[in-house]
């Protein structure tokens, strides 16, 4: 456990993996200098350097005002706003709309005093990402298929694992393949009135941790007959079976 907290905290080895998501985006002929680009959950910043070398503008997210001077000091040119960015997406109104929208999402329950427990993963905030989105935009987020629990918090584990099963529905949340976590977001999406124009996922922590890449473009239908959380258990064995044949 020791030797996974130790991989979890190599900036190094996430950095690189974030050039693998930029590449793969140019291999699908975007232009990453034309893009206006948000990082939900700043945090120090490390991850969104390359991005936001990248792109025309940056804008970051962050609830611990402590760290605003050191993310001015990394990004001079970005808007930084201090805020809960769960709460302000909820509320948000704002005309500025983003192409590229990077969700550097904590991996388990969250929170801040009293609420330390408050939120989990992307769970609370993906609902609202369509606020942000003009006619199309490319969303990153992080999906957690293989989550490991540290022994001292076991309380907090207990409620992780049932805010997973709550979302994803009654399957096997600890082990959860590639191609059912596709399908369940694509048809999240198009719940959303978001249709999916290319998806692809990268590894930042092999076998725990993915990016999930998703090019959106919003329609003007939003299916109310979608497939519920609950009823994915009859999919994922399928998808799993066929990984290799139809991936």
């Not at 369509?130 to 001292?152: H, Q, W």
């Not at 959380?229 to 991936?247: G, H």
Request: positive net charge.
């Amino acid at each position: 456990m020791k030797d996974i907290a130790k991989t979890i905290s190599n900036n190094n080895m996430f950095s690189l993996r974030i050039n693998q998501v930029l590449d793969f985006l140019k291999t699908k002929n975007v232009v990453l200098e034309k893009l206006n680009a948000i990082e939900i959950f700043g945090g120090v910043g490390q991850n969104d350097i390359a991005v936001a070398k990248s792109v025309k503008t940056f804008e970051i997210w962050e609830i611990d005002g402590k760290l605003k001077p050191k993310l001015e000091k990394k990004f001079p040119n970005a808007k930084i706003e201090i805020c809960n960015s769960i709460e302000r997406l909820s509320q948000y109104q704002n005309t500025s709309k983003f192409d590229l929208i990077m969700i550097d999402n904590p991996i388990s329950v969250f929170g801040t005093g009293k609420n330390s427990s408050e939120y989990c993963e992307h769970f609370d905030m993906i609902k609202n990402v369509g606020k942000l989105i003009g006619n199309e935009a490319i969303v990153i987020f992080l999906v957690n298929k293989k989550p490991f629990f540290f022994n001292k918090l076991k309380k907090k584990n207990e409620l992780w694992r049932k805010r997973r099963q709550e979302f994803y529905g009654n399957i096997n949340t600890n082990d959860m393949s590639i191609p059912f976590l596709t399908s369940f977001y694509t048809e999240l999406f198009r719940n959303m009135g978001l249709t999916t124009i290319f998806t692809n996922s990268i590894s930042r922590h092999d076998p725990h941790l993915d990016y999930f890449i998703f090019m959106l473009r919003k329609n003007d239908i939003q299916y109310g007959d979608s497939l519920k959380t609950f009823d994915w258990i009859s999919l994922d064995p399928l998808f799993s079976r066929n990984q290799s044949d139809n991936f």
